[in-house]
C-alpha cells in the first residue's frame, strides 16, 4: 500500500513568488493534516481536514497561506506571496481515525525562499 | 515556554548501551502522549504511544508521570539503527484542539 506522498520534494523560489504544494493520502484515510518545520523549530501543527472540510486551521500562519481539499482525496498548500520566513519543510500526515496521535506522514517538501 | 521541551542532545553513546530521554509538557490538561522517530531527512514515524501505567515494546519503554508533567523514553542494549532524532509529542486537550504538539527532538547517535 502507497504511503502519503507529496510533491515537490524541495522547491527553491524568491520571495514575492507562488508556490503549490501537493499531497496525496493514504488511500481511505479521512483525515489529512498539514504541519512545517521552520529552520532550528520543532514541528508545528497547520490545519486538518476531515473528507473535504477544514476541521481545525488554528495553525495556519496568516491568510498567504490557503489550504484545498477538493473532493476528499489530494490536498494543496499554496503559499502566495512568499516571504523569507516560509522557508521549511512542509509535512503532510494522514490518519484514518480523526482523534487518533497515530499519523502517517509524507517525507516533506522543502520549501526554500530567496 | 514551549508547551513541549526535549533536550535537543546530542547524545552519544556505544553500542549496548542504555540511553533515557526525558520530556516535559507545560499543560496539565494533556491527554494522550507519544515518541515519534525521525530518521535524518526522513518524515516522523510513531514509535510508540505512552500510556499512564508505563509500557515496553521490545527495547523500549515509555513512562509517564502526570503529576511531574514528564514523559521518558528509555532505550536498552542501543543498535547502530536507533540513531535518529526522538521527538516527544502531545495532544493537549484543553482548548478543543486535538492537533500532534511536537518537541523539538532528542538526537541519539550510537557509535560503534
Known amino acids: 500500500e502507497a504511503g502519503v506522498t507529496q510533491f515537490p520534494s524541495h522547491s527553491v523560489i524568491e520571495k514575492g513568488q507562488t508556490v503549490t504544494l501537493r499531497c496525496d493520502p493514504i488511500?481511505?484515510?479521512?483525515?489529512l493534516y498539514w504541519y512545517r518545520r521552520v529552520m532550528g523549530k520543532e514541528i508545528k501543527f497547520l490545519l486538518h481536514?476531515?473528507?473535504?472540510?477544514?476541521?481545525?486551521e488554528s495553525g495556519m500562519p496568516n491568510n498567504r497561506f490557503l489550504a484545498e481539499r477538493t473532493g476528499g482525496t489530494y490536498s494543496t498548500l499554496k503559499v502566495q506571496p512568499a516571504e523569507l520566513e516560509d522557508s521549511g519543510v512542509y509535512f503532510c500526515a494522514s490518519s484514518q481515525e480523526r482523534h487518533t496521535g497515530e499519523l502517517f506522514f509524507g517525507e516533506g517538501s522543502r520549501l526554500t525562499v530567496l | 515556554r514551549k508547551e513541549v521541551e526535549q533536550d535537543p542532545g546530542p547524545f552519544n553513546v556505544p553500542e549496548g548501551a542504555t540511553v533515557a530521554f526525558n520530556c516535559t509538557y507545560s499543560?496539565?490538561?494533556?491527554?494522550?502522549f507519544f515518541w515519534y522517530r525521525q530518521d535524518c531527512r526522513k518524515e516522523p514515524k510513531l514509535l510508540m504511544s505512552?500510556?499512564?501505567s508505563g509500557n515496553e515494546d521490545g527495547r523500549f519503554t515509555a513512562q509517564l508521570n502526570r503529576a511531574s508533567q514528564y514523559i521518558s523514553l528509555l532505550i536498552r542494549d542501543s543498535k547502530l539503527s536507533d540513531s535518529a532524532t526522538y521527538l516527544c509529542?502531545?495532544?493537549?486537550?484543553?482548548?478543543?484542539?486535538?492537533?500532534?504538539?511536537f518537541g523539538s527532538g532528542t538526537r541519539l547517535q550510537v557509535q560503534p
Open positions: 509529542v502531545v495532544i493537549f486537550m484543553d482548548t478543543g484542539r486535538r492537533a500532534l504538539t
Open positions: 505512552v500510556y499512564s
Open positions: 481536514f476531515v473528507k473535504e472540510s477544514k476541521q481545525d
Open positions: 488511500s481511505g484515510h479521512d483525515n
Open positions: 499543560n496539565s490538561a494533556s491527554q494522550s
